[in-house]
């Protein structure tokens, strides 16, 4: 499926916390670095992820925000 977001990272899922509405998705990138994201819990079922499952993260954002204290 095409897609109109530019950054695809390719990494394992290296832990999958759930309840009963979100899960936490901490992808492993080849590098080492972590990406993580908050999903629905249904869509973590419907996707069946797993430990050691081979994902993409594919990320589309409209604003970056940074703060310094």
Partial sequence: MPLSARNNLTGTVKSLKTDD???E????L???QTV???ITRSS???LELAE???V???IKASEVMIDKD
């Fill in 21 to 23: 509405i979100m899960a």
């Fill in 25 to 28: 998705v901490v992808v492993e």
């Fill in 30 to 32: 080849g590098d080492g």
């Fill in 36 to 38: 993580t994201s908050t």
């Fill in 44 to 46: 973590a079922d419907r």
């Fill in 52 to 54: 050691g499952d081979e």
């Fill in 56 to 58: 993409s993260a594919v």
